[in-house]
């Protein structure tokens, strides 16, 4: 009897342990498509976290990044893209479904704009951003 309620206890205990990691992050649903980012989410809070998960309808492979919002952004290269990327999923195949954990930071925001951080969802594979693969986003401290 007594094993059995302590097993009972260790098990919630277990339980509760799992479900309070996330009480403090925001799950966000983002669908990948040929050729548009859809986001459950387009306003964040600086300091909170959230739990992106990152689903490719597609039959082609794409990634999602978190971008500072600029001009040109499908001019720009690969590498530059991925230096300048807040975070990112680099390779969503078909069908595939990945996660990520992510907290807005408020020491990024634009000049001239303020508390607000002008961001947005990319998908920076050749021709895929020129072709729609992008949300705007904003933050708010």
Request: charged letters at 15%.
């Given at each position: ?14 339980f ?24 459950s ?7 909170k ?13 794409h990634?999602?990044m ?46 001239g ?11 920076m ?6 072709a ?10």
């Amino acid at each position: 009897m007594r094993r059995s309620l302590i097993g009972v206890v260790l098990g919630l205990a277990v339980f509760l342990a799992a479900c309070g990691s996330r009480a403090d992050t925001g799950t966000v649903q983002i669908t990948l498509s040929d050729f548009a980012i859809k986001t459950s989410q387009t306003q964040f809070t600086a300091g909170k976290s959230y739990h992106f998960v990152v689903k490719n309808t597609s039959q082609s492979a794409h990634e999602f990044m978190i971008m500072p919002q600029m001009a040109n952004m499908g001019a720009m290269s690969m590498d530059d893209a991925h230096q300048m990327a807040l975070a990112m999923v680099d390779m969503v195949g078909a069908g595939e479904t990945k996660t990520l954990d992510y907290t807005f930071t408020g020491d990024t925001s634009m000049p001239g704009m303020g508390m607000t951080q002008a961001l947005e969802f990319d998908c920076m594979f050749s021709g895929h951003y020129d072709a729609g693969m992008h949300a705007a986003i904003t933050v708010k401290s």
